[in-house]
């Protein structure tokens, strides 16, 4: 094993605090805390001493649940550094799947706040597996030991010797939001990591000594690594879509926020408010979105606030995979959008450079091995599959899950099959048109969504739209929900009706639609509050129709 083979996560943050002791690397205004990239570094080795006197051991499975924090920060770079593997969960997506996520996982321990522990004693969270027990903010009611305890190290501030991880070993276990199926367990690397964070640097031009505003804790993680101070706002992350915007606003402007991350449905509100307000936001340089495509509409209300010279990135990605594609504002404003409300689907831009991106047939079934006859020509419809150093290899203990999504090579990579369907243009251009499984099979065509939607979301009374099919694939009856910008009145309605049904009608894809359902507030996912569950939206419509 040579020395390129040896990789840990935890490095950055270790360098970060030597070229830049006393920049902080973490603030969160509204509880006035702060830890600087040298503090931020001398406690997570506390802490990792501390963990390794526990019995927490490299490669040891271990259940973070920690709301963002000085404390998550500083527990999370001591894991990585001790060897062991942080479980991380959505806690939005509810207690019996949280209870299933952990009895996948199986963690030999437990790090959680006094309301974690709560739910895991009467709930029976990790039963049968964890053994080892820390509880955060609280006292040893729960068993165990209190994170006083752990970092309570007579050793002071001597440096710590990082395990020496390799760069194909797990570093942690991310589960998926659960949006289109039962959440997964992505096996990262600490390669997969690692790659991550250079090309986020390399795509978006980050320096050291920037200031991010992050609004969703996993990217908020990735700051320290990129020597960049996080300002973490008070808000609830679980819900971005309901945000205050005033509370995204007012750090972002008393920090000098240079980057900002946000999923669409909080760009829209803090867009809107920013809008009413005559807001501006002059030292953004950059705001990246991600979650679910951002429309144009989205994207062009929040240009407004910030300076001349700053874009909108848009990266394309999932939990196995992050980022595929990127596109900016001044593209999609420019070109793509208009493409967008004529029904091409949405432009995700072209492949990262350490990403290999290819279109295959759409299938169900496994794919045993990789063959590059797979590759479908530009402008035809397929499934997208990526292959490249960022992309997970598996899921945990879903061997099944694992087959469906994964393809081995020859030589022994693995492409992943993201789920989504799209097809490249002349010039290499990535158009999505949805999700693999929200297709709806007719018995005279093939629907996908995000064609199919741009149509009627060009309508200005619409706040969104989505395609759904009753009955059987194969035979189904394509319904259009719709989300409608403020209530209306049933004559109103009717009228909308009547004009998106003439929209339709003037387009190939969308004659086939003729049955249209009104929805006060489509159900949207826990993480970025802006992918629509189709599936709970499908059984609405056949209910109503």
């Known amino acids: 094993m040579t020395s390129t083979d040896i990789v840990n996560i935890s490095n950055p943050l270790t360098e970060m605090a030597r070229l830049q002791p006393d920049t902080a690397a973490i603030i969160f205004p509204q509880e006035g805390r702060s830890l600087t990239f040298r503090e931020l570094d001398l406690e997570s080795n506390r802490i990792a001493r501390g963990l390794l006197r526990l019995g927490i051991r490299r490669g040891m499975r271990t259940a973070l649940l920690v709301p963002p924090s000085p404390e998550l920060f500083a527990i999370t770079f001591a894991l990585f550094k001790a060897g062991a593997v942080p479980v991380f969960i959505d806690p939005g997506i509810g207690a019996r799947n949280m209870k299933g996520c952990l009895a996948e996982a199986e963690p030999e321990a437990f790090i959680g706040i006094p309301k974690a522990h709560l ?19 609280g006292s040893r009611f729960w068993g165990g030991s209190t994170l006083a305890e752990v970092r309570a190290d007579e050793i002071g501030d001597l440096p710590f010797t990082t395990e020496a991880t390799r760069r194909d070993e797990t570093a942690a276990i991310l589960f998926t939001s659960g949006s289109t199926g039962p959440p997964k367990g992505a096996v990262y ?30 990217f908020a993680l990735f700051a320290p690594a990129l020597g960049m101070t996080a300002i973490i706002p008070h808000m609830d992350f679980t819900r971005p879509g309901t945000v205050n915007p005033q509370r995204i606003i007012d750090p972002a402007l ?42 144009a509409s989205v994207l062009e209300r929040f240009t407004a606030l910030l300076p001349d010279g700053a874009e909108i990135f848009t990266p394309y990605g999932a939990t196995e995979a992050l980022p595929v594609c990127s596109i900016g504002s001044r593209e999609i404003l420019g070109e793509t959008g208009r493409l967008t409300g004529e029904g091409r689907g949405v432009c995700i831009g072209r492949p990262v450079d350490s990403i ?32 490249g150093p960022q992309v997970s290899l598996s899921y945990l203990n879903r061997p099944d899950a694992t087959r469906l999504a994964k393809i081995p090579t020859p030589e022994g990579d693995i492409w992943h099959r993201m789920g989504d369907v799209g097809y490249r243009d002349s010039s290499g251009r990535v158009w999505f048109c949805g999700r693999k499984s929200h297709r709806v099979v007719t018995s005279k065509s093939t629907l996908y969504t995000i064609p199919v939607e741009g149509i009627f979301n060009a309508h200005l009374a619409v706040f969104r739209t989505a395609l759904v099919g009753i009955g059987r694939k194969g035979s189904q009856r394509p319904v259009l929900c719709v989300e409608l910008e403020k209530k209306c009145a049933k004559a109103e309605q009717d009228l909308i009706r009547d004009e998106l049904l003439e929209m339709g009608s003037s387009y190939p894809h969308t004659k086939l639609v003729k049955d249209i359902l009104f929805h006060s507030a489509f159900p949207v996912d826990i993480r970025h509050n802006a992918k629509i569950f189709r599936e709970k939206l499908a059984a609405w419509a056949e209910k109503n129709l």
């Open 119 to 137: 739910a895991r004693k009467l709930l029976g969270w990790g039963r049968g597996s964890v053994r080892i027990l820390v509880t955060v903010g």
């Open 189 to 218: 690397s600490h390669g997969t990591f690692e790659a991550q964070v250079n090309i986020l640097r390399e795509l978006y031009d980050i320096r050291p000594g920037e200031i991010d505003l992050p609004t969703f804790p996993l």
């Open 254 to 295: 008393a920090y000098s926020a240079t980057t900002m991350f946000g999923s669409p449905a909080l760009l829209n509100r803090v867009g809107r408010y920013g809008e009413q307000k005559g807001v501006k936001l002059p030292n953004l340089k950059r705001v990246i979105s991600a979650g679910a495509p951002v429309p």
């Open 356 to 387: 290999i991106l290819a279109i295959i047939p759409i299938s169900e079934e496994p794919i045993e091995m990789w063959n590059d006859d797979l590759e479908l020509p530009p402008w035809e419809v397929g499934e997208i599959t990526v292959w």
